[in-house]
């Protein structure tokens, strides 16, 4: 599943630019795949069918969402300095020094302008990517070009590192679910979202699309466990977060009894999560239509939005289990 892992991370595909990595999920899906299909907004309806003919089937919806955060040009001077507009949660202090990939190949490095006090996190005014042209004749890039963070995997064994991890790792899980699902009773829908990090569009259409009976997100959350974080109690190696509330959505507790029924009965870790702000696709599930219960699996994550982001294998492992237990079984809600 590493190889996996660091296949996804790597490939480059900010918010309404997914069709890189939609392609790279196809080909690992498409074997064991009863359907799919791509919806106008780029989604990847990836369904799984019970065998034969079963009574009650309920529609269940698994979002993972594909884009990542990344940036555009928006501006280039007559020395070729390219200024650029955020494409999601972009943190201007993860940004000097960095480097970033444009999808035609060009690469570029983050520059900032002399600040008043050099300590201080720059505004985004201030940044620019250098790619080392010297006018804005014959330039590589053109305004409206897209780029994403550049950063290499790293394997440190328990703990795996990757720009993108939010939510190629929720991807991942996914995928590895579906591998590992051999019968289920339901019809399950793995959607791998578009545009998340630019407030959960794709899950919106691709839901009212599907108008499932219950469904759950897979994504990243934050964590409680580095020097000085406050405010989380989620740990990494310590199971996947059954998440309970987030800053944009209450999971319906039935869901979330699921969750650890399933968990219990198979002897999984999980975390109960109640994180502070942000939220993931379920929330647009869950307001889609006349409403889906929904809850959400959480990876816990360190340095979201960073080009550094780490997760525990363990902990993409067992929620690969779990989803399993979950999807193998009648649902009782
Ligand atoms: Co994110
Ligand atoms: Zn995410």
Redesign the pocket.
Known sequence: MKNLIQKLTETFSPSGFESAVRDVIRAEVAPYADEIRVDALGNLIVRKGPDGNVENARKIMIAA?MDEIGIIASHIDDKGFVRFAAIGGVFPRNLPGGRVRFFNGTPGVIGVEPLDKPTETPPLEKCYIDVGASSNKNHPIKIGDVAGFDRSFIDMGDKLVAKAM??RI?CAVAIEALKALKSTPHNVFFVFTTQ??VGTRGAETSAYGIDPDLGFSI??TMWGDSPNQRGLDVHLGKGPAIKIKDGGMLSDPRIVNWMISSADKAKLPYQREVLLG?T??ARAMQLVRAGVPVGCISIPCRY?HSPSEMVDYRDVQNAVKLIDVMLSGPVEI
């Open positions: 969402h939010d939510d929720g998340e990090e994504d990243v942000g993931t696709d979201v």
